[in-house]
T-cell receptor, first 109, second 115 residues
Framework: RKEVEQDPGPFNVPEGATVAFNCTYS??????FFWYRQDCRKEPKLLMS???SGNEDGRFTAQLNRASQYISLLIRDSKLSDSATYLC??????????FGTGTLLAVQP | EAGVAQSPRYKIIEKRQSVAFWCNPI?????LYWYQQILGQGPKLLIQ????????DSQLPKDRFSAERLKGVDSTLKIQPAKLEDSAVYLC?????????????FGPGTRLTVL
């Protein structure tokens, strides 16, 4: 079983739609949680950190449930420019990033 | 501010040949990482340096892969000899600190094809 599991998609949604991605992690010792975004043939970039209290950045909302070892990302009012792969990431004590396989989002006009 | 630089951007070699990749991190970043990203997967950490010391190389295939970070700045990753399954993008990243809150900044990667 992979340490970080994500639905690979693709998620095909129309512009303006709300879309949610889920991620589960197996190591209860995981300490920090992030969503990274990776455009096609580009490098990953940090999208946002994820906290138990939930955090929001514009149209993006991330949530962490430590008891269920579950992380989510919600994108409201999808734009064409949101099309990318969204990588769920957890860390352990040495700040070693453990990546999921990523979820591909394609926003259609 | 200049980002993480990597070269070459693309490399095609035959199996059993050797190859080397170079990375220059963001100025002042003490921590440097090499990741391997196989098509359809997320990046996998190969090795992590703190200055010029190795912090984690548990997933580096040491029989064929080696990495060094002389003087705590630039780094090179070498594969010798290459296998078909080494075809991947090799990403270099750097960060200011190794604490949980430090963001990692990735370079554009080197796309390796082994024939």
């Amino acid at each position: 079983r992979k340490e970080v599991e994500q639905d690979p998609g693709p998620f095909n949604v129309p512009e303006g739609a709300t879309v949610a991605f889920n991620c589960t992690y197996s190591n209860s010792a995981s300490q920090s949680f992030f969503w990274y975004r990776q455009d096609c043939r580009k490098e990953p970039k940090l999208l946002m950190s994820v906290y138990s209290s939930g955090n929001e950045d514009g149209r993006f909302t991330a949530q962490l449930n430590r008891a269920s070892q579950y992380i989510s990302l919600l994108i409201r009012d999808s734009k064409l420019s949101d099309s990318a792969t969204y990588l769920c990431v957890v860390t352990r004590s040495t700040y070693k990033l453990i990546f999921g396989t990523g979820t591909l989002l394609a926003v259609q006009p | 501010e200049a980002g993480v630089a990597q070269s070459p951007r693309y490399k095609i070699i035959e199996k059993r040949q050797s190859v080397a990749f170079w990375c220059n991190p963001i100025s002042g970043h003490a921590t440097l990482y090499w990741y391997q990203q196989i098509l359809g997967q997320g990046p996998k950490l190969l090795i992590q340096f703190q200055n010029n010391g190795v912090v984690d190389d548990s997933q580096l295939p040491k029989d064929r892969f080696s990495a060094e970070r002389l003087k705590g700045v630039d780094s090179t990753l070498k594969i010798q000899p290459a296998k078909l399954e080494d075809s991947a993008v090799y990403l270099c990243a750097s960060s200011l600190v190794t604490s949980q809150g430090g963001e990692q900044f990735f370079g554009p990667g080197t796309r390796l094809t082994v024939l």
